[in-house]
Structures are given as structure tokens and as C-alpha cells.
């Protein structure tokens, strides 16, 4: 794992295999960024003039290495584009992504020093986060010499004015950082080695150590329960479902919030099974466990005054003779009946059984995360999730915490006609299918009929963003993203500010 910290020393002096200056596109050339003004005394102000010869542009994305010269004592600097030069501070985002690429490009090196924008707190938090996001690399299954690795150490340099608040700036990045990176690498890991049980014993050890509680229901404990949900999709795999409840609470808590993950190990489809070039990536479909996780342990870790429950819905979807068929009518937590007519809406059925459990101890809001519909990967994209609810405001502060944070979401509706196809299952209260059009709207309809009365709820379906198949860009890798856990850490953090939901 990479080493993150904090330095008041001078750019100049800083030991390290690389120096990371920013450089942007001004209105006349490329212009550097704050951060970068010892180095470039270096190059005895010609650094620019360097960059220039060098093709540099200031483009996001971009990363330029130049040997140092005398007076540095790095090996060499690498200037990483900003995008547009901004006069009044760079967005948060432009920096994460920035430190995102330097790290990235600095795979295999053991020091790096970031002399990158950092005069307020919030820079230094974007600058090491960004760093410690993009230096993730998932490295279980490779042999040695297969890759580089990632960088050793990241050193945040930040001004010796506010070096107090730098340093827990930087604390608190490592806190999210380390548990997205930690959501990453469940997602990452190969369905074979991540099933129900495996990731409920990564939760209770992770929980022990960070002092959580954490309470596993087995597939015994389910069926005592009557979690109908979660027995119905994990009945064809020889891998059985548990459900997962970890709980963080603060003696000064004035509000409790659920967050309730999806959590498929993988998913097939079932007896409606997948056709082949549709199931590859779907070890991501326990994504949304994953970042409940991660967000319950940062809660802890950064010691919000709020209670957090998380809750990990854990089965795998798969065909075999003892699966649930589609035709068969499954009676869910708390009682309601769902007749299954397609296995592949496996999602909203274990999500169906851990609302209702959540809902039975009444926080003030329940938040789920779900990779839920490829509806809503056609409609947003892939760096996009869907943000809906029972409350338009609600929805509306998790869309604007999310683009706080440089998530991308947008608020989704929940139309009222479209839960007519869902309850005209013949012979069931509902049907786990309705309309084809607007699909995850549909699916967020039915996770809605599982919410009590009176609580406040919402849907993030993370599709789309969970897994990135394509390059990498800023600090996100191919593979598994941690997509919502600064959402959902950012929420628990205001709510705990205002002292309610
Ligand atoms: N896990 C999938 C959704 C998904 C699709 C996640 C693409 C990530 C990328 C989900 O369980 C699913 O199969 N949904 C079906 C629902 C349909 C059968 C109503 C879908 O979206 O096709
Ligand atoms: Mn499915
Ligand atoms: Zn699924």
C-alpha cells in the first residue's frame, strides 16, 4: 500500500525520485500551477519555456517528465496537466484527477513528492486523495515482475501556514482513500475467491479491527428469519447467502442512518441466465456491498458524531437444479410475495429482504447502493449513477453531496405509472419484472414498496460507474471504483454537521 504524508519542506530540498508540479492552459500558453514556484526557481524560471519544447499543453490527462537540474534534489519533475488555468483556485476534482495521473505514471518508483496546489485544507485533502486513489493497483493474482508496482510513498507538500490542519487533511484522506481502495479490491477479487461467506469473514475481520460491530445472519439464521429474498436467489449456488449488519455508532449521535449494498458475488442471471459477453464483469455486482462497507468503516475512521449501520445483502446468482425458476413466488421479509419472472432481477430481491430489516430498527434515512439495472447504464452512461427517492429532497442532497465530492449522479424520477406492471402478478402481492421501458425506474419502484412508512429513502443505482472497463483516467483504475463511498461518507458526514438527517 502506498505511504501517504505531509511535508513543509521546499520542493527543492525533498528527497525523491519525482517532483509533481501542475501545469494548466492559460490565455497565453501553458501556465504552472501554485506549488510549483520553488521548482521552477530550478530551472531558473524557464520551466514553462522546458514544457513548452517538450509538447506539454496543460491538457487533463496529461503527464510530462523533464531530468531535474541542479538545485532539485528529485531525480526528475513531472508535470501533470490541469485543464484551464483558473485564476480564483482550481476545482477539487481537477486536482484529484491531476495527483491521480502523477501517481498513476509514477508506478514503480518508491518517493514522490506533490508540489501541486495546496493552500487550503480542501486542496491538500483533493491533492492526497487523488494521489493514494490513482497509485491503486490489484496485484492478488499477478506474479512477480507482472507489472509495476505502485508507488511506495506519496509526500503532500503543503505551506508551513495551516501545516495543523494539512496534516489532518491528509488524515483524512488516507481514511477514505485506504477504505475505497479496500472496496476496490473486493470488487476486483475473482468471484472463485469472493462468494457470501468469504466476503462476510472480510467484513468481521476488517470490523474487528477497526472496532465495529458486525453481525452475520447464515443461511440457517436466514431461513429462521424468513428472509425469503435472499434464500430465493442464493438457492442455486453451492456458495449460500448471508446477511451482513455492521454497525458504527457515536456516543454523541443525534441521527442514525441505513445503508443497505447489494452485494451479488455474482451474477449469472440464474435460470434466466446471462448470454455469454453479458457475464464477464459481473463479480462487480456486489459493488454496492462493497461501498456500504467501506463507508461505514470511514465513518469510524474519521469519528462522524452520527450512527451508521451498514447492511450487506450477500448471495450468488446461479443456475443448478435446487435455483429458483422463474414462475416460482418467493415470500420476502416482513411478508409480502414475489413471484420471480425473470432470475435475473436478482437484485432488488435480496435488496427487498435488507430494507425491510433495516427499516425495522428506524433510522432516519435509508440509503441503498446497488448495481441494479442496465436500464440505468443506457440512460446515464458509465461514470453516472441514478440518484432516486421517496423524498425529492433527499435525492436532491445526495446529488449535490455527490458532485461535492467529484461524483458524477443525477436525480431519477419514480413515476407513479410505471408500478402498475409490477403488481400484476396473478397470483403474487408483486411481480419482480414490470415494464421493460424505464427499467430502473421500475426496479427502484419495487424497492420502494419495501420501505416502511414514515422513513426516508433512496435509491443510488451504480450500474454504470461501479466497474470501468476502458483506460484509466485521473485516479480511476480499470476494474472496481469504490463509485458512491465518498457519496455516502460526504451525506454521514453533513448529517452528523447538522445534527439530523
Ligand atoms: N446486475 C445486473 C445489472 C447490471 C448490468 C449491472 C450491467 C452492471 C452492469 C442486474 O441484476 C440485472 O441483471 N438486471 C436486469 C434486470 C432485468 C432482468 C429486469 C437488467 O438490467 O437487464
Ligand atoms: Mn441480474
Ligand atoms: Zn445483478
Not at 515482475?145 to 505502485?150: D, F, Q, R
Not at 462497507?293 to 469519528?303: E, T
Amino acid at each position: 500500500m502506498t505511504a501517504l504524508s505531509v511535508s513543509t519542506s521546499s520542493a527543492a530540498s525533498l528527497r525523491a525520485d519525482a517532483l509533481v508540479v501542475g501545469v494548466a492552459k492559460g490565455p497565453k500558453g501553458i501556465a504552472l500551477a501554485p506549488g510549483a514556484e520553488a521548482v521552477n526557481e530550478a530551472f531558473e524560471g524557464k520551466l514553462t519555456e522546458v514544457l513548452n519544447t517538450l509538447g506539454a499543453t496543460g491538457a487533463e490527462g496529461e503527464a510530462v517528465k523533464v531530468p531535474s537540474p541542479a538545485g532539485l534534489k528529485a531525480a526528475f519533475v513531472l508535470a501533470v496537466g490541469l485543464g484551464e488555468a483558473a485564476e480564483a483556485g482550481y476545482q477539487l476534482e481537477a486536482l484529484r484527477r491531476a495527483a491521480g495521473v502523477a501517481a498513476r505514471t509514477l508506478a514503480g518508483a518508491k518517493k514522490a513528492a506533490l508540489a501541486l496546489p495546496t493552500e487550503s485544507a480542501d486542496e491538500v485533502e483533493a491533492v492526497a486523495l487523488g494521489g493514494l486513489l490513482g497509485a491503486y493497483a490489484f496485484g492478488t493474482y499477478k506474479g512477480d515482475g507482472n507489472g509495476k508496482e505502485p508507488v511506495g510513498e506519496l509526500v503532500v507538500l503543503a505551506p508551513r501556514k495551516g501545516s495543523k490542519d494539512a496534516k489532518a487533511a491528509v488524515e483524512r484522506a488516507a481514511a477514505i482513500g485506504e477504505e475505497m481502495n479496500r472496496a476496490r479490491d473486493l470488487v476486483n477479487t475473482a468471484p472463485n475467491d469472493l462468494n457470501p461467506k468469504s466476503f462476510a469473514a472480510i467484513a468481521q475481520a476488517a470490523g474487528k479491527e477497526h472496532g465495529l460491530k458486525v453481525e452475520v445472519l447464515d443461511e440457517k439464521a436466514l431461513a429462521k428469519g424468513g428472509f425469503g429474498g435472499l434464500l430465493g436467489v442464493g438457492n442455486g449456488s453451492a456458495n449460500p447467502p448471508r446477511l451482513v449488519k455492521v454497525a458504527y455508532t457515536h456516543p454523541k449521535a443525534k441521527a442514525t442512518l441505513a445503508f443497505v449494498g447489494k452485494g451479488i458475488t455474482y451474477d449469472s442471471g440464474g435460470i434466466s441466465l446471462k448470454p455469454a459477453g453479458h457475464n464477464e464483469t459481473m463479480k462487480c455486482d456486489m459493488a454496492g456491498a462493497a461501498a456500504v462497507f467501506a463507508a461505514v468503516v470511514a465513518a469510524k475512521r474519521l469519528g462522524l458524531a452520527v450512527n451508521v449501520t451498514g447492511w450487506l445483502a450477500l448471495a450468488e446468482n446461479m443456475p443448478s437444479g435446487t435455483a429458483t425458476r422463474p414462475g416460482d413466488v418467493l415470500r420476502m421479509y416482513g411478508g409480502k410475495t414475489v413471484e420471480v419472472l425473470n432470475t435475473d432481477a436478482e437484485g432488488r430481491l435480496v435488496l427487498a429482504d435488507a430494507i425491510v430489516r433495516a427499516g425495522e430498527e428506524n433510522p432516519d434515512v435509508i440509503v441503498d447502493v446497488a448495481t441494479l439495472t442496465g436500464a440505468m447504464v443506457l440512460a446515464l452512461g458509465n461514470r453516472t449513477f441514478g440518484v432516486m427517492s421517496n423524498n425529492d429532497e433527499l435525492r436532491d442532497t445526495l446529488h449535490t453531496v455527490a458532485g461535492e465530492v467529484g461524483e458524477q449522479s443525477w436525480p431519477m424520477p419514480l413515476p407513479a405509472e410505471l408500478r402498475k406492471g409490477m403488481t400484476e402478478s396473478t397470483i403474487a402481492d408483486l411481480a419482480n419484472m414490470g415494464e421493460r421501458m424505464g427499467g430502473g425506474l421500475v426496479a427502484g419502484l419495487f424497492l420502494k414498496e419495501f420501505v416502511a412508512e414514515g422513513i426516508d429513502w433512496a435509491h443510488l443505482d451504480i450500474a454504470g460507474p461501479a466497474f470501468h472497463e476502458s483506460a484509466p483516467f485521473g485516479y480511476t483504475p480499470k476494474g472496481g471504483t469504490a463509485s458512491a463511498v465518498r457519496t455516502l461518507v460526504r451525506y454521514a458526514e453533513q448529517t452528523a454537521a447538522n445534527g439530523k438527517a
